[in-house]
């Protein structure tokens, strides 16, 4: 029992040392060195794309080495034996959410790093259009769409769920298979996006990380290949004719060598406010890439090269009258050799044409 006496007593007495401090409210000193250099502001800064912007530093000891100040990888700034009140002043060319660093390199040769999180907005606001119904048709609600696309003329579903995802060519004049040209996927996989690019059809999956590749034949739909990609789920897919474009139900959109799969770069869509978040289904469409945000009636056209939104488009009136007892909007398909555009939902009972209005 004493033993346990003079153990509860020194833990007592070490917590008491501890605490005396904080309870005189001096700090406890344990000799850190944060940094030889850090950024004069608190929390993560934000400005606008295009905008010029300055960021202050604080050097915290003397005799620095190097300083250096790195964004999206290069150099903004270097300082070599820093001294007295300095800045840097840049133009971000990008929107998107990116890590500012300041580097700093001690008079002992000992490295430091202070990193904030850089958040840049669209200096812009998206025109606001509506969607207008041009035309309607049927569609067949056991599709739970998840891509929609046309390539010579012909409409092509890809479908999700587990046992029921698919890809199909589609009679627009009933919504159902054309000449019986569908492909079903094991049951193991969830059928995401689709795009049909150079006489191949291209089908993501949603956490199984496998994009299948089907040959197009005018009486059949052959499996040809499959890619294995990671750290993304697949939603959306579309191309530009020369890239794939995934979303992955973030922010996030990446561009994909077709032929490998590999990862050729990446934008962050944001508007005026912020990120926009959820982007599934895709369609590209003159110069730009529209995108259902998931569980909302909005649909936004993207600059493919800035990120930046140019357009948000209200979709209200398609749910109204073609969701019936089917899930939310998605799937818009541009048929290039007559411009027309149409769009649906999962489980809806009907597609539209559509024409995007102010």
Known sequence: MKKYLVVLLIVVVGGAILLLPLLKDEPLDFSIRPSAAVFDFKGDPGTFVGKESELKIKLVEDNIKKLEVVYLG???????????????????????????????????????????????????????RKAEVVKEYPHNMMNYTQGLDFYDGDLYEGTGQYGSSRVCRIRLEDGMDKDGLTLGLDGNYFGEGITV??????????????????KLNENYIQLDGEFNFVGQEGWGLCNDGKSLI????????????????????????????????????????????????????????????????????????????????????????????????YMTGKYWAKLFEVKFVQ
């Open 74 to 128: 290069k150099v903004l700034k270097s300082w070599k034996a820093p001294k007295g009140d300095l800045s840097v002043t840049f133009v971000p060319d990008r929107v998107g959410t990116s890590t500012i660093q300041l580097l700093s390199t001690a008079s002992d040769g000992k490295e430091f790093t202070d990193s904030r999180y850089l958040r840049v907005l669209s200096d812009i606001s998206p025109v606001k």
């Open 197 to 214: 690019m150079n006489g191949l059809v291209y089908q993501l999956t949603w956490r199984e990380g496998k994009c299948f590749i089907y």
């Open 246 to 341: 995934m979303s992955d139900g973030s922010e996030r959109i990446t561009f994909r060598n077709p032929e490998s799969f590999q990862v050729e770069r990446v934008i962050d869509v944001y508007n005026d406010k912020g990120p926009i978040v959820a982007l599934n289904e895709l369609e590209f469409i003159d110069g730009k890439i529209y995108a259902n945000v998931y569980q909302t009636n909005v649909v936004v056209a993207i600059d493919p090269e800035s990120g930046k939104i140019l357009e948000e488009i209200d979709c209200s009136i398609l749910e109204g009258r073609g969701r019936g007892s089917g899930d939310v909007l998605n799937g818009i398909a541009h048929n290039e050799l007559d411009g027309k555009t």
